[in-house]
């Protein structure tokens, strides 16, 4: 069973296609790490996913349920997709204190909260983010970076999720936050039984949390596969390359 | 900015008085002197300005001073309902503009450009023609001509912020299109706005007294200040100053409009500002001790060497906080050295004030500093400066904001070349095209007279590369060079500023938050946290040599393809963690 299935998607921005047939799919309960360099389209699948871009082609389901389209079925099923965005600043409303921001994510659920039930909800969702819940009234600009990508991933799963999708949730993080942020994602997928699909340039990190490992380049998947059986005999020159050029410590980069 | 101290700076001093004192004359004018303004005593009439009348009275006896400030409140409130006029209409229109499907919306905008280009003054005679000379009307006049601009400005500041990702992140929890703009739209430009319609209201003051100047504004036997003034112009040659006093309320009310915009804006502020920046620049450096002799050039001298560096800025209440705490850094010639640190651990800084670059708000202190034999703790001569621009390279994180974008490519290759190098345009020119062609970017001629936007990331990283290269370069600062990249065309950066640096024999001082990357280039790695060398490290052997446990837990904390993926990275523990980031790891 796929919690999310991305089904020969294609988007075009004017006349360039940026995402071109691409098919992927997350397994229920699972992560699949997306990587690829800037302009791949790796973030514009993520855009198409939760409807924030119109698709030129292909489907998107979330449980088996088509997420595309205007129905009320579509709506429903872009809204058990939640994202978390690449920069932790311009991602939470700088006029909005966070527990308000995180409670109108509460939405997404569709059910109606009452006051205290909607405060208690906050609580309860920065507790599991491992934030003071007594912060809820704080603007934005009182947190770290790394604080406040907790905070938009605590927004994210306030909509109930069955799809956590994280685009580049680490590289505008310092690199012991990062390791923190990737923990939680971690520790929340096993609690919450969270599917996943994580986006990043940065195969290492995507290697760390990824069952599941697509390679994309100029809008298309290079090759797919099991994180350890991808990387251990990649098939493509491309991951190859990637592969290359990872930066290991105490070894000194040839000359590129 | 909190609003007190936005209130306490002298624009908003200036602002709170005025308004007060404006205030009080809309409200007591007309109570208090309506007798000696409208009452016609005519054998007092045409008088010059004395005691009991200080700016003389007018054809019917009236004290024009009295009639100056009862006019006051019907001039006021005729500008301020103008401006909210054009303010809410023009929010609203701007704001529905962003929300409207694309071709819709360009027709809006479409429209909006069209009443833009049209003479504002003209379409306030168009419609105060069309409904009658009457004060109401010059109103709506006036208000309706101003919704164009203010539309405009509602509608680009909207669309700035509808593409951030807060906004996204609504449309994805599925929060619809009004509660958008209510929520998180309207809020986030509504500093602007409020500063914009202050600034509104002293020209629509001025629009006002123009218009009943020009009789289509008030009508008699009612007046503002631009009818009083109208009536004061026949005589000014007789008694100036029956026109110079409207006039003096008019300018006054609309200084007060303005100081009210500056304070809005925050402006104010800038004092305080200023003057640390004045600290700043009459101390660039002061050395902390008695001044270490000159080094002598010897064959091991160091091209670039600064000691015990601190740096400080002033903080907002007044305070000092050191960024950089006791620094020293010593550069052989052609030596790689790292620096790696985290955000706020003074590793740019530290670079920074090594090549003489931080602005006067840094203030600076240094036992010993010099570059090349030229020691920059002293005023620097313009020949010291040229020695500068040639032998120091700079290469920045992002090219994008580094290189200038209304400036072509080889417009700012040649810049060292021609002022520096004395070449001719030409011979620059062809310096530059060799330079670009050796940080590996084809077709270098061409090039050169494309813009930075015309080139991807990987490419513009290079022409700086290539910019540091125009001149000879000693030494090369490379801050986060790679850090917007991506791994594959980072590794293509590195390879170019190596083979940079063994043509050239320059040194490079390579900055980086990654560690790996650092080792993976350089001789040597100072590891910084919180604004101080916590260990210095042989490149090679920093998995075998780091002791110090802030440099281990760098090492640990970053994952790499050989990481256990059962386990929990491990992460900085809170009482290593840097100042700055204690908090952070902390919850």
Redesign the interface.
Known sequence: MNALEIDRLSVRYGRTTVVDDVSLAVPAGRTLGLVGESGSGKSTIAAAAVGLVPLAGGEIRVGGIPASGRGAAARGARRSLQLVFQDPFSALDPRMSIGDSIAEALRATGRSWSRDARVARVRELLDLVHLDPDRAGELPAAFSGGQRQRITIARALAGEPSVLIADEVTSALDVSVQGAVLNLLRELQERLGLSMLFISHNLAVVRYVSDEIAVMRHGRIVESGPTEQLLDAPAAQYTWDLLDAVPVLGVRMADG | MTLRSRLLSPAGIAALAGTALFLLVALLGPVLFVGAAETSNVPERLLAPSAAHPFGTDDLGRDIFARVLVAARVSLLLTLGATLVSTVGGIAYGLVAVILPRHVRRLATGLLDILLAFPWLLMVLFFTVIWGASAMSAMFAIGISGIPFMARLVYNLASSVSG????????????GPFGILV??IL??IANPLFVNAAATASVTLLSFAGLSFLGLGVQAPEYDWGRLLQDGITRIYVNPLAAIGPGIAVVLAGLVFTFVSEALAGGGNGLRAVGRRAVGAVAPLRPAAAPAPRAPMAADAPIAEVADLRVAFGTADGGEVERVRGVSVRIAPGEVVGIVG??GSGKSLTAMALAGLLGTDARITTTAHTFHGIDMTRPLTAADRSVLGVELGMVFQDPLTSLNPALTIGRQLTEVPEVHLRLSRAEAREHAALALESVGIPDARRRLSQYPHQFS?GMRQRAMIGQALTGRPQLIIADEPTTA????????????L??AQRETGAAIVFIS?????V???CDRVLVMKDGVVVEELD??????DATHPYSR???A?????T?D?TR?????PPEL?AS??A???G?
């Open positions: 951030r990702d807060y906004v996204r992140a609504a449309r994805v929890v599925g929060v929520r998180h809020p986030n985290e955000s990331g990249l991506d791994v594959t065309v980072q590794r293509q950066v590195m390879g170019v190596r083979t938050h990654d560690i790996a990357l080792s993976a280039f490149a090679q052997r920093i998995r075998e837990a760098l090492v904390c970053l994952p790499d393809m990481s993926r929990p990275l491990p992460v900085i963690a700055a980031l908090e952070e790891v919850v």
